[in-house]
Structure formats: C-alpha cells, structure tokens
C-alpha cells in the first residue's frame, strides 16, 4: 500500500495551493480519505475528510477556505487550499481508512510565510 503526497511548497499568506495524494495497493473507492496536519510543537489535527460516498467534512478553521476531492477513477484525493495563512503551515498527511485498515501518507510540507 502507498499514499503518496505531491504538491507542497512554500506560498505567500492569501495565496494558494492544491495537495494531491495518489493511492495503490487499496481498492480506493472503498476508503474513506482525509487530510491530517501536524505543525512544529503542536498535535496532529484532522483538516478535512472525505467518504467513500464523498460526504465531507472540515475543521472550523479551514472550513470556506480548503475543498477535498477524490477521483475514485485516478485514485487520488485533493486539497485544495485557497486564502492561505501563516497558522496553515504544517506537515501535511494523506490517509486512508476502512474498517481496521488505516494507512499514511509520508507527509509533505506547507510552509505560508511572507
């Protein structure tokens, strides 16, 4: 199993970026998926989750700023990220969740800074 994030980078407060996890080895349109964050010296805090029948569902703090997506046909789940803030910057992780199978992503960074 492999969940692979792409699309970190450093950006500019109100600025944007689109986080991309592509998953195999799991039949995907079965998982429900989410994006989790951890920042330095901080827990890890759920940021947005997706189901298997694309229900979803944000933390307060991103809520009218992030959008999740998934593509059950590329097997990918999005984040869409818009009007950034330096509170975003974080590790960003992709995960995988059915049943009592859970899987990670490696993490990718986002860094909102001037």
């Known amino acids: 199993v492999q969940l692979v994030e792409s699309g970190g980078g450093l950006v500019q407060p109100g600025g944007s970026l689109r986080l991309s996890c592509a998953a195999s080895?799991?039949?995907?349109?079965?998982?429900?998926m989410a994006w989790y964050r951890q920042a330095p010296g901080k827990q890890r805090e759920l940021v947005a989750t997706i189901t298997r029948v694309a229900d979803t569902d944000y933390a307060d703090s991103v809520k009218g700023r992030f959008t999740i997506s998934r593509d059950n046909t590329e097997n990918t789940v999005s984040l869409q990220m818009n009007n950034l803030k330096v509170d975003d910057t974080a590790v960003y992780s992709c995960?995988?969740?059915?049943?009592?199978?859970?899987?990670w992503g490696q993490g990718i960074q986002v860094t909102v800074s001037s």
């Open positions: 080895g799991i039949s995907f349109r079965e998982y429900d």
């Open positions: 995960n995988a969740h059915w049943s009592i199978h859970n899987f």
